[in-house]
């Protein structure tokens, strides 16, 4: 059983407080939302459900995991070079590696360690085997705080009241439950993402004419 304060570590890393600019990436749905593909909470919920089953969320677990079991620093370089070429679009691409890059700065600053600039769930993946923290709970904890973010977003967005936006977010509590201890059990040989249309959303917001959000 996960310590009381391996826990509140992890819900540190993975707070909107910490500094790597969550708020300011929707992950394509900004697009989804001005095409009408997003319109309510229930496609909301719909939207979310296939991008942690089916596209980044389980591939990111996947990358957390491989990350975490790397034997060292050259299984780790090629474990986050592979979830840089796994990226459909240069949006995608700043969104894992720009939070990925603020979240080994503070994280090595606050708690000394050698944790250069990965991507985001590679990042996280040595981190929490540096610090010694469980494996689920960590990849659990960060998909609930990936879709926690795009709930936000999408609150901003399409708009749906606060209250809603909890109901998804509790509605997609045990996907993100059940997609972690799944994907921490496979390897980079299992990566698949079937999520198309999310990805073209990351693609059109690059030329999107009015923008709030950096992907």
Request: net charge negative.
């Given at each position: 059983m996960p310590t009381d304060a391996q826990v509140l570590k992890l819900a540190q890393?993975?707070?909107?407080?910490?500094?790597?600019g969550a708020f300011s990436y929707s992950h394509g749905l900004e697009w989804a939302v001005a095409a009408g593909e997003v319109a309510d909470a229930a496609a909301l919920r719909d939207w979310l459900a296939?991008?942690?089953?089916?596209?980044?969320?389980?591939?990111?677990?996947i990358f957390l995991a491989a990350a975490f079991n790397a034997p060292g620093a050259e299984a780790l370089a090629g474990v986050d070079a592979l979830a840089r070429a796994f990226?459909?679009?240069?949006?995608?691409?700043l969104e894992t590696t720009a939070q990925g890059a603020a979240f080994a700065k503070v994280t090595a600053d606050v708690w000394p360690a050698d944790l250069p600039a990965l991507t985001y769930p590679v990042a996280l993946g040595r981190a929490a085997r540096l610090?010694?923290?469980?494996l689920v709970l960590t990849a659990r904890m960060y998909l609930h705080a990936f879709t926690s973010?795009?709930?936000s977003a999408a609150i901003r967005l399409i708009p749906i009241g606060q209250t809603d936006g909890q109901r998804v977010l509790t509605a997609l509590t045990p996907l993100c439950e059940t997609v972690a201890e799944a994907a921490t059990a496979e390897t980079p040989d299992d990566l698949s993402s079937t999520a198309f249309l999310a990805d073209i959303?990351?693609?059109?917001?690059?030329?999107?004419?009015?923008?709030l959000f950096r992907t």
């Open positions: 890393w993975l707070s909107p407080a910490y500094p790597v296939d991008v942690l089953a089916h596209g980044a969320g389980r591939a990111d677990a990226q459909p679009s240069a949006e995608r691409l610090h010694d923290l469980p973010n795009l709930v959303a990351s693609m059109h917001h690059e030329t999107q004419y009015s923008r």
